[in-house]
């Protein structure tokens, strides 16, 4: 059985959940806490980065590297990254240039908002972890939570930095998509979209993300006033779009 070693809530490790699934490949996740996770993904053989998926086939230790070891396992016309090699060029120059930007500036923003809730942010955090991490990770709470912001860059401006940076690769998105296409490279769903998504959910928190996260409603008004824009955003309704519709046929081909 293939191993998925994940952060829970992390959208990178959705990435990979979203493409094994999507490609009707059954996997294990063993889901980790921030911090442990690094010594599971080496444990593993991968670099200390999560997601990493561990297969008959070898150990595969970046989320684009898992989307292609899906695709290896598909038709042609339903690959996340084309042989055509322009359209395919483009995917993977949107893929990268997302991982690259709204990737850590949506996670900073997001754990900006969230580490000083601890007793909203914790129970969505470790879900699915092995109990003794839960507990560690609650009693070393304020060790846990110095580390995040140094590791995640988190400073006194982050919010006021990151927003804008957020709003800007949407803004992107939404510029791709004004001349109506269905998706961002063209007339099929490619790892492009799938990662425009991921990506964004850090921020739109779809309801059918591969675990449950907070819902608009069950945040401070603080923190959901300023998720708002992203949610009502053109590009923020795209990405919960391809959840509804993407992800969800995902998960069916699966049963």
Known sequence: MRRLVTIPI????????????????EYREERH???????????AGGSGTVPVLVAD???FGESEEILRYADERLEEGERL????????????????GLDAGLGPDGRRLIYAHML?????????NNQGVPGWEDRAFRLLWPLAERWGRRELGIVPTTLRDDEPRVLRAFDEVAERLSDG?????????????????????AVTAPPEYGVRLPQ???????????????REHPA????????????????????
């Not at 806490?33 to 444990?43: E, K, N, Y």
């Open 181 to 201: 296409r269905p998706y961002l490279c063209g007339e099929r769903f490619t790892a492009a979209d799938l990662t425009f998504a991921c990506l964004a959910a």
């Open 236 to 255: 923020g309704a795209f990405a919960l779009r391809l959840f509804r519709d993407e992800r969800r046929a995902s998960v069916r081909s699966l049963v």
């Open 10 to 25: 992390s959208h990178f490790c959705e990435k990979a959940r979203w493409a094994l699934e999507r490609a009707g490949l």
């Open 33 to 43: 806490v921030q911090g442990i996770h690094r010594i599971a993904s080496r444990r």
């Open 216 to 230: 608009p409603d069950e945040l401070p008004k603080s923190i959901a006033n300023d998720l708002r824009p992203f």
């Open 57 to 59: 086939e070898g150990v």
């Open 116 to 124: 000083p809730n601890k007793q909203l942010m914790l129970p969505f």
């Open 81 to 96: 990254f084309p042989a055509d090699g322009e359209l395919g060029d483009d995917v993977v120059r949107v893929c990268r």
